[in-house]
């Protein structure tokens, strides 16, 4: 009989590893409070980034320091009554993006994004969903030749140690690939591998429908009921279908993973970071072609189905604050100066939370005390990036598997005290 398994959370990181779970046997129940990428899944700028081999540090230099605690800027925006409880998560996402300290994260962290595009064409040809991929990569534009001329470095530096292809645009390349920006930049970055996606919604959507297909299910619940049942044996959950047992439990639950996590006795250091979106029309006949990044304004334009995505940098505020998407606000009076966007398509703003460790990696393998509790969240801003590799890389772990890749640097086990 086909060992039994919980997978709580049905973004694309859970639907992921529910469907790597799903080929390899398992009997998988995949729970969700919502349906399945209608969380921080959902938005996002909809890139699979193959170049994204360094993840994002915290900023160390003290003039751009200054410049974020004026809190006027599109990139991050911050409530000063969240502060003090994000403190101590702030300084260690301090601390670990000291350059030498970054440079062994991105050594371990690379691995994982080196594969990424392989085990989403793995997936999205199992789905067919290719209709909702672009391969055409992605760029950032530049205001200032400064700007240029740092990420110009810094991407000849990725090249070099991780094998990344970029492509420089001046001025006028730039102009005759997007003839409706304006001419606000003196040249653009194009990432050459990074693909598209037209919904990440959609996309995760897809995923779904294919594990249901191998046989696994989707139930709606609520992933806070989870407990041992009376026999102490495997694991139960309370679902719109009534209670469902499992014999093994994986937390796929994004930025409330720590909420339960705690509940079984951990305490990991998971931080939020919440970001907006907003669909619009173009205005006339205005097209834009691909992903484009205002890099020194820190906001992002996606030619997505549903409009153009306007989407925004980070805010640090409490998980469950109500909505202030400032940025957003100041974005879109940025962004009508460099390309004619038309009315909003959205009746409100989209916001989400992204989990993130201060070290900048996900948490993927088993819980240190537990051994049929499994975890896997905390990518930050690659979750859908990292939904099929990371995927794949449990379900090797929790079947037996010689694992694709070395996980020990995303092991839980690296925040005990």
């Known amino acids: ?61 003290i003039g751009l320091l200054i410049r974020y605690m004026l809190n006027n800027r ?45 085990e989403h064409d793995d997936l999205i040809r199992a789905s067919g969903a290719g209709h909702l991929i672009g391969k055409r990569g992605w760029q950032k534009a530049f205001r200032t030749e400064k700007a240029r001329d740092l990420e110009y470095a810094l991407a000849e530096g990725w090249k070099r140690d991780f094998g990344v292809a970029y492509e420089a645009l001046d001025a006028t390349a730039l102009s005759r690939a997007e003839p409706h920006l304006k001419p606000a930049f003196v040249g653009a970055l194009r990432w050459l ?50 209670t469902v047992a499992a014999e093994e439990v994986v937390l796929a639950l994004g930025p409330w993973a720590d909420r339960l996590a705690e509940t079984l006795g951990y305490r990991l250091p998971l931080g939020i970071k919440r970001g907006y979106h907003m669909h619009y029309a173009p205005s006339g006949n205005a097209v834009l072609n691909d992903w484009t990044m205002d890099a020194e304004r820190g906001y992002f334009l996606a030619p997505m189905s549903q409009g153009i995505r306007l989407t925004t940098g980070a805010e640090f505020a409490d998980r469950d604050a109500p909505k202030s998407p400032v940025q957003l606000d100041r974005a879109e009076k940025v962004a009508r100066q460099i390309f004619p966007l038309g009315d909003r398509l959205d009746p409100e703003p989209w916001m989400g939370a992204r989990p993130c460790t201060p070290d900048m990696m996900p948490v993927i393998g088993k819980a240190p005390r537990h051994d049929d509790v499994w975890f ?3 990518h930050a801003h690659h979750g859908l990036t990292l939904g099929p590799v990371t995927g794949r890389l449990l379900a090797e772990m929790m079947t037996g598997e010689k694992p694709f890749l070395d996980a020990s640097a995303f092991r839980a086990e690296r925040f005990r005290p």
């Open 193 to 242: 591998e990074p693909w598209t996606v037209l919904s990440p919604h959609a996309l995760t959507q897809a995923y779904l429908a294919y594990f249901q297909s191998l046989g696994g299910r989707f139930v709606r619940g609520d992933a806070m009921t989870l407990k041992r049942p009376a026999s102490g044996k495997g694991w139960q959950v309370l679902t719109s279908e009534g």
């Open 74 to 118: 599109i990139d991050a925006h911050y409530h000063a009554t969240a502060l003090p409880a994000a403190a101590p998560f702030l300084l260690r996402y301090w601390w670990n993006s000291a350059p030498e300290r970054h440079k062994a994260i991105a050594r371990a962290y690379a691995p994982l994004i080196e594969n990424s595009i392989s």
């Open 376 to 378: 896997s969240f905390g």
């Open 1 to 61: 009989m086909a060992k039994t398994t919980l997978v709580l959370g049905a973004g694309i990181v859970g639907v992921s590893v529910a469907v790597h779970l799903q080929r390899r046997g398992r009997d998988v129940v995949l729970v969700d409070r919502r349906g399945a990428g209608e969380e921080t899944s959902f938005g996002n700028a909809g890139l699979i980034q193959r170049e994204g081999v360094v993840p994002y540090g915290f900023p160390r230099e």
